[in-house]
């Protein structure tokens, strides 16, 4: 079975990071891409990341470009995000997530349970 783990969340103040980690099992991890989403109250799910087996280059929103940094550990199979100068609105519940396929294409195949990040201002 694809299990897929998401930590890390908590309390910040703006203007601080969180990292956040993403445990996985249950696939080839360097055969699908993989990234984060999230979703803040009262608002839809926003794609933020996403690590492109086929392009080889790793995809970020707008919202969050320059701030945030999404790694991977193909022994760990892990993916984390970095999160620098972290805003009130980037408060959300955060969940990783693996693609079908090798490329940042569609929704995503599975989901991780979410993990909250606050920040308060």
């Known amino acids: 079975d694809v299990q897929l783990q998401a930590s890390g969340g908590g309390l910040v103040q703006a203007g601080g990071s969180l990292r956040l980690s993403c445990a996985t099992s249950?696939?080839?991890?360097?055969?699908?891409?993989i990234g984060w989403y999230r979703q803040a109250p009262g608002k839809e799910r926003e794609g933020i990341s996403c690590i492109s087996r086929g392009a080889g280059r790793t995809n970020y929103a707008d919202s969050v470009k320059g701030r945030f940094t999404s790694v991977d550990d193909n022994a760990e199979r892990t993916v984390d995000l970095q999160m620098d100068n972290l805003k009130p609105e980037d408060t959300a519940v955060y969940y990783c997530?693996?693609?079908?396929?090798?490329?940042?294409?569609?929704?995503?195949?599975?989901w991780g349970q979410g993990t909250l990040v606050t920040v308060s201002s």
């Open positions: 997530a693996v693609r079908g396929s090798r490329w940042c294409e569609g929704e995503p195949a599975y």
């Open positions: 249950g696939f080839t991890f360097d055969d699908y891409a």
